[in-house]
């Protein structure tokens, strides 16, 4: 049976990119080891760091002046690092809170400075879930940074506009990140754990302007310094090789793919056909405002809610795996990241359908 994963994180990867890692896996290219059991200084190992470097800069268009730097800690490493580098004594931040991942870096932020937050999600009468639009965002003048998070994985909500502002925009783009074009120039810094549209857990991804780098003398956690990074091509301590092995597949894989031109073309074709089929049914229900819809992690509500277990027990037995919604929502929730083939979400609907019709 041909199974889909919908798991939020960690992921399902690219199935091209998985068989070649099978392949590679004890032997890597002749070198008579796995790629994980070979020093990160080794020749190879930097070659292959520097190509997934290449390969990420030629997708997301990434300009000269901004570090490419392949961390520790996850999108929540990066809740810390983002203060400890850019909230200098005195300064303020401001934070935007979109969602349960916003919420938690608001939590992580307050630790370490001045940090004002404003919580934007709104509901219409109607029960919709919406946000405030960027450019009407209360923002500090002369704030450190602005902190967002352009996709709210357990909300589903997801904006692409950003806000009018001389303070460099920090994105968590933990869950978004290469699934369609981005100006990265518009951002300071975007970050990003690696377990959704990238490669396995246990990296992550920070791109950061190189005038955002603390100073030298920063008190910082040394594997949380971005300039400690930058200056150590991402190299300071151990990185995650295999795991940034495997992202260079996927980086890889996405250029064959047409890039993210023509993933975004994908991605939107399938969350179309996934939140076309919940809005025409009576059965299922989403409560995001269309214009926020994630194309990335779709939650979804059955009318009877006692037929939860019940949707997500079949579902298993077809084949369609960890559509559970995340325990704060309820419900389901469908991740439908680059990876995912447009037949997984076919089949995944015509799975509802047919839930529907016996069930309805
Ligand atoms: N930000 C977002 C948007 C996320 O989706 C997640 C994880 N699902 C995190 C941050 C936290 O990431 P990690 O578990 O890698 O710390």
């Known amino acids: 049976m041909t199974t889909f994963n919908f798991c939020a994180g960690p992921a399902m990867l690219p199935v091209e990119v998985m068989q070649q890692a099978q392949q590679e896996f004890i032997n890597w290219q002749q ?17 292959v760091a520097a190509e997934a470097e290449q390969d ?13 730097l392949f961390m520790h800690g996850g999108g929540r490493g990066q809740f810390s690092a983002v203060p400890l580098n850019l909230l200098k004594p005195g300064q303020r931040a401001d934070y935007i809170v ?3 991942w916003s919420e938690s870096a608001v939590a992580e932020a307050v630790k370490y400075g001045n940090i004002k937050s404003q919580d934007i999600r709104q509901k219409s009468p109607g029960g919709i879930r919406t946000v405030v639009a960027p450019n009407d965002w209360q923002l500090t003048a002369g704030a450190a940074y602005v902190h967002c998070c352009p996709n709210e994985t357990v909300d589903g909500v997801e904006f692409t506009a950003l806000p009018d502002t001389n303070s460099p925009i920090v994105a968590d783009l ?3 990140i290469l699934s369609r074009p981005i100006d990265v120039s518009r951002y300071g810094v975007i970050y990003a754990g690696a377990q959704k549209n990238i490669g396995p857990s246990g990296l992550t991804l920070a791109i950061v302007r190189e005038d955002l780098l603390p100073a030298k003398d920063a008190l910082i956690p040394s594997v949380l310094d971005y300039r400690l990074a930058a200056e150590n091509d991402s190299m300071f301590n151990t990185p995650p090789t295999f795991a940034w092995y495997l992202a260079g597949l996927v980086f890889k894989w996405l250029k064959q793919q047409g890039g993210v031109t023509e993933t975004a073309t994908r991605n939107q074709k399938k969350a179309n056909l996934l939140y076309d089929y919940i809005d025409k049914s009576d059965f299922y229900s989403n409560d995001v405002d269309k214009q926020y819809r994630s194309w990335m992690n779709v939650p979804f509500f059955l009318g009877d809610e006692r037929l939860n277990d019940m949707f997500v027990d079949q579902a298993e037995a077809h084949g369609l795996l960890a559509l559970k919604g995340h325990r704060m929502v309820g419900g389901m929730r469908a991740s439908i990241y680059n990876a995912m083939p447009i037949e997984g979400v076919q089949t995944l609907v015509s799975f509802m359908q047919e839930f529907e019709r016996v069930n309805g």
Request: net charge positive; with cysteine.
């Open 31 to 47: 070198h008579g080891c796995s790629v994980m059991e070979m020093s990160h200084r080794s020749k190879p190992f930097i070659r």
């Open 56 to 68: 990420l800069r030629d997708l997301l268009d990434i300009p000269a002046n901004y570090k490419v």
């Open 98 to 100: 979109s969602g349960a």
């Open 174 to 176: 933990s869950s978004t």
